[in-house]
């Protein structure tokens, strides 16, 4: 299997985490969790470069204290992009740098990806065009619509988690097609979706967890502390 690139999505706001550093740039067990991610993909077999999309302001920030601290070694192999407003804006600022023709996309801050997942998703995507991990949903959900909640079947709902991968091609013609329509997606799927694509969606890691607020980062280190060594 050829090796393809990476994109690597840093560029959030962590708005839901509140606090005054960025949630990629915050420490479980003395490292920051966009260090994490990086780690795992620049030492995948399958990963030949990583693009990191950060925000402009946080770029001096992400060199000195993770890529210099951590990476030197391996600095040529992660090539930072700038992000935009939106996700779906940083993965398309992200597209423009990929040369290999499938392409991964990873959220940054889901530090806990294994590399079984990660060689999986390559896999079904070369295989069918385009694959997404996911977890079956544990919770009940509801959807609210003005005074009236319905309830979903919980045996069809699906949580959807990143890495997703791609033909490239594939997934630039449906970003196309969302910038055109002006669409809101929040995973690449989506965008998929919007053409009639096809993806192969495959069981993850429940514990492939998105850091998105205040108490994941107990969770995060307990989950750091227990898979240590596991894949
Ligand atoms: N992301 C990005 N560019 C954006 C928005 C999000 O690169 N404009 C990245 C985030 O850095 C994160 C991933 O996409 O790694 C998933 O997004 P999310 O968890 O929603 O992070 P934030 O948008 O930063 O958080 P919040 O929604 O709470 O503001
Ligand atoms: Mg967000």
């Not at 993850?204 to 850091?211: C, L």
């Not at 994941?216 to 989950?223: A, N, T, V, Y």
């Amino acid at each position: 299997m050829d090796k393809i690139d990476c994109i690597i999505l840093a560029a959030g706001k962590s708005t839901r985490m509140n606090m005054k550093l960025s949630k990629q740039f915050l420490e479980i067990n003395g490292k920051p969790i966009i260090y994490y991610s990086l780690y795992k993909f620049l030492t995948h077999k399958y990963i030949s470069k990583v693009i990191l999309v950060l925000n402009p302001e946080q770029e001096e920030y992400c060199r000195e204290r993770v890529i210099h601290r951590f990476f030197r070694d391996r600095e040529k192999n992660i090539y930072i992009v700038y992000g935009g407003e939106t996700r779906q804006d940083s993965v398309f600022n992200g597209l423009n740098h990929v040369i290999s023709d499938y392409v991964l996309i990873h959220d940054g801050a889901r530090p806990f990806v294994s590399y079984g997942c990660i060689t999986k998703g390559i896999e079904n995507a070369y295989r069918y065009g385009a694959s997404s991990c996911y977890v079956p949903s544990k919770d009940t959900i509801k959807i609210r619509e003005n005074e009236n909640i319905y309830t979903l079947d919980r045996d069809k709902l699906l949580c959807i988690q990143t890495p997703q991968c791609f033909d490239k091609n594939l997934l630039i013609n449906a970003y196309l097609k969302v910038k055109d329509g002006n669409y809101t997606i929040t995973d690449e799927t989506s965008a998929l979706d919007i053409i009639g694509g096809f993806t192969y969606f495959y069981i993850g890691d429940y514990f492939n967890i998105k850091i998105t607020t205040k108490e994941d980062l107990w969770f995060g280190e307990s989950i750091l502390n227990n898979i240590l060594g596991e894949d």
